[in-house]
Each structure stands twice: as structure tokens, then as C-alpha cells.
């Protein structure tokens, strides 16, 4: 069984679409977060949840719109997509909101053209 | 501040040991990590110290942990093919509200030549 999974796993749009990615983990894991991986291998995080609440949330524009309907799944949203959101999207999950131990998923690759 | 760094490539001969440095700036951290990611997939996590100790072994693994230079070394005995990856050095970081964030290096693409 996958513990974190995400999908799609590749997603190509065009410029000002709007488009979602799904994660969901199964090691009942309190934290989630989402991590913006660029071309260059750069690795920032984005948001963390805890227990379905906002804990974390960078300088990321508003157009990303994280939403965690239960403990097991993350969401991101992200509205008129521009060139730049091009990046692989990870998810990741730990047991608690210190993240001693962060396990991630596979990622999403987004293409926007 | 928030930074960590890491030399970006490191390649060696099969069979050597591989070591990869990092170093990082904010002296609260209290986790410091190693994440490897094979080509097209995500994160793994390795292995991690906590601050207050020197040293990790882990199999052919050994961590060590310098913390007056803020230096973290990741030392791979006997280096295989399958070791090729990108190696990420993180620190965990306290934030407001005791919410913590996990600061990535750029990565090390390690490279094994025959």
C-alpha cells in the first residue's frame, strides 16, 4: 500500500486554467504539507496542515488554495495558472506538527503551456 | 536565517566512499536531515541526527554533525550504482505556534563512474 500518494502525477494545462492535486496518506498521520520542487531541484515548502488547520503558510500567492477535508488528504488548488507554477508539487506527511519524520509522495509533475 | 547549502555534484568511483557536505546557518535547528531522490520520484528519507549528537551510523551509512561550524556530512561506504541520486541536506526549524518547516539544500547529484 502507498503511504502518501498524489494525483495526477503529470498534469500539463494552459496559461490561466485552473487545476487541482490530490493527496492522500494512509499512515494516520496528523500533519500534511505541500512542497514546490523547480527545475533546478530547489525544494521549498508551501503549506502544512495539522489536523484539517492551516499551520504553515509561505509567501505563496493566493492563487494556490490548499483544503483538507479530513486528517488523511490535502488538496491544492491553484486558479489561472501561469507559466512560472510549472515545478514538480510534492505532498508530504508526519505524524505530528513538529515533522520529526516527513515521508513524501511521488509528486506531480505541472506543465502549464 | 533560513539557508542551507550543498556542493551540487559529487562523482565517484564504485566501490569508494562518497561524502557529502552542507552546511546551514540557523543554529536553533534541532533535526538535521538526509533525503534521496531517485530520478522521478520523490523524496526518501535516509537518515537524520538530532543536535545534540556527533555521529549517526546507519549500515553503510555515517552521519557526522559539527555543530559549532554548522556542518553535516553524509558518508556512503562502499558507493553503488544504485546510490545514484540526488542527496538533500534539510534542517528542521521551530516556527511560530511550535508549527516546524523543513529547509531544504539544493541537492547533491551524486554520479558513480565504473
Known amino acids: 500500500d502507498t503511504a502518501v500518494s498524489q494525483t495526477p502525477k503529470y498534469l500539463v494545462t494552459q496559461m490561466g486554467n485552473d487545476k487541482s492535486i490530490k493527496c492522500e496518506q494512509n499512515?494516520?498521520?496528523?500533519?500534511m504539507y505541500w512542497y514546490k520542487q523547480d527545475s533546478k531541484k530547489f525544494l521549498k515548502i508551501m503549506f502544512s496542515y495539522n489536523n484539517k488547520e492551516l499551520i504553515i503558510n509561505e509567501t505563496v500567492p493566493n492563487r494556490f488554495s490548499p483544503k483538507s477535508p479530513d486528517k488523511a488528504h490535502l488538496n491544492l488548488h491553484i486558479n489561472s495558472l501561469e507559466l512560472g507554477d510549472s515545478a514538480v508539487y510534492f505532498c508530504?506527511?508526519?505524524?505530528?506538527?513538529?515533522?520529526?519524520?516527513?515521508?513524501f509522495g511521488p509528486g506531480t509533475r505541472l506543465t502549464v503551456t | 536565517g533560513e539557508d542551507v547549502e550543498q556542493s551540487l555534484f559529487l562523482s565517484v568511483r564504485e566501490g569508494d566512499s562518497s561524502v557529502i557536505n552542507c552546511t546551514y546557518t540557523d543554529s536553533s535547528s534541532t533535526y538535521l536531515y538526509w533525503y534521496k531522490q531517485e530520478p522521478g520520484a520523490g523524496l526518501q528519507l535516509l537518515t537524520y541526527i538530532f543536535s545534540n549528537m556527533d555521529m549517526k551510523q546507519d549500515q553503510r551509512l555515517t552521519v557526522l554533525l559539527n555543530k559549532k561550524d554548522k556542518h553535516l556530512s553524509l558518508r556512503i561506504a562502499d558507493t553503488q550504482t544504485g546510490d545514484s541520486a540526488i542527496y538533500f541536506c534539510a534542517e528542521r526549524l521551530l516556527g511560530y505556534s511550535s508549527a516546524s518547516k523543513i529547509i531544504f539544500g539544493s541537492g547533491t547529484r551524486l554520479s558513480i563512474r565504473p
Open positions: 508530504a506527511s508526519s505524524q505530528d506538527f513538529r515533522g520529526d519524520e516527513q515521508y
Open positions: 499512515l494516520g498521520h496528523d500533519t
